[in-house]
């Protein structure tokens, strides 16, 4: 599965972006799908993710209220849309697909899009 990243950019704090990930595969629909980030000098984080198999969708505390994952199965693509940035939200953040039914770590992310950089200015 290739998954392919774009939409980041750099925007003041309390503004808003969004992300897509796109992929060719007709079977898109059959992964779960979403997205972690990548601070400078930290690791990998989960943001969110919506499984393939009821639609639940994860986000992390950090994010929940201001994030929101959606899932277009018909262009086979997710956005992410970004509501209310702050500063620590900068980081690049990376598309993730997996088979398994839920996808909060890194470890079990069996496909990886390039990384889209988001910079938010105080």
């Known amino acids: 599965v290739q998954l392919q990243a774009s939409g980041g950019g750099t925007v003041q704090a309390g503004g808003s972006l969004r992300l897509s990930c796109a992929s060719s595969?007709?079977?898109?629909?059959?992964?779960?799908v979403g997205w972690f980030r990548q601070a400078p000098g930290k690791g990998r984080e989960f943001v969110t993710a919506?499984?393939?198999?009821?639609?639940?969708?994860n986000y992390a505390d950090s994010v929940k209220g201001r994030f929101t994952l959606s899932r277009v199965s018909a262009e086979n693509t997710v956005y992410l849309q970004m509501n209310d940035l702050k500063p620590e939200d900068t980081a690049v953040y990376y598309c993730?697909?997996?088979?398994?039914?839920?996808?909060?770590?890194?470890?079990?992310?069996?496909?990886w899009g390039q990384g889209t950089l988001v910079t938010v200015s105080s």
């Open positions: 993730a697909a997996t088979n398994q039914l839920r996808m909060v770590r890194a470890s079990i992310v069996d496909y």
């Open positions: 595969r007709r079977t898109f629909s059959r992964y779960t």
């Open positions: 919506i499984s393939w198999s009821d639609g639940n969708i």
